[in-house]
């Protein structure tokens, strides 16, 4: 395995609206998209839904490293949406690291 391509960082977050907030939440990230993508590291940040619950957003993404990955939970656009979360969120958060085998 080429050693820089391990510290890349592939994720998939899930995140369930409650149904009366589900165009509130899908609205808020789309805001938020064309920034993070400017975010130093950012690989690839695509807003997708699920086609088996429509009130799911699945963001697929990748990172240089876990250092861009931080910077990134640390940036404006992230935190002004997770401020929103208790309001938007049916269930927490569902983040799933991944690294990249082949």
């Not at 899930?14 to 805001?31: C, T």
């Not at 993070?36 to 086609?51: A, I, P, Q, T």
């Amino acid at each position: 395995m080429d050693e820089n391509a391990s510290e890349v960082i592939h994720l998939v977050a899930r995140l369930k609206a409650k149904p009366e907030q589900r165009s509130a939440l899908f609205d808020a990230l789309k805001a938020i998209v064309p920034d993070v993508r400017k975010e130093d590291g950012c690989m690839l940040y695509d807003l997708n839904v699920d086609r088996d619950d429509p009130d799911v957003a699945v963001m697929l993404e990748i990172w240089r490293d876990a250092s861009a990955l931080d910077a990134h939970a640390q940036a404006a656009p992230f935190r002004s949406l997770a401020t929103r979360f208790d309001a938007l969120l049916a269930e927490p958060l569902h983040l799933q690291r991944l690294q990249k085998l082949l």
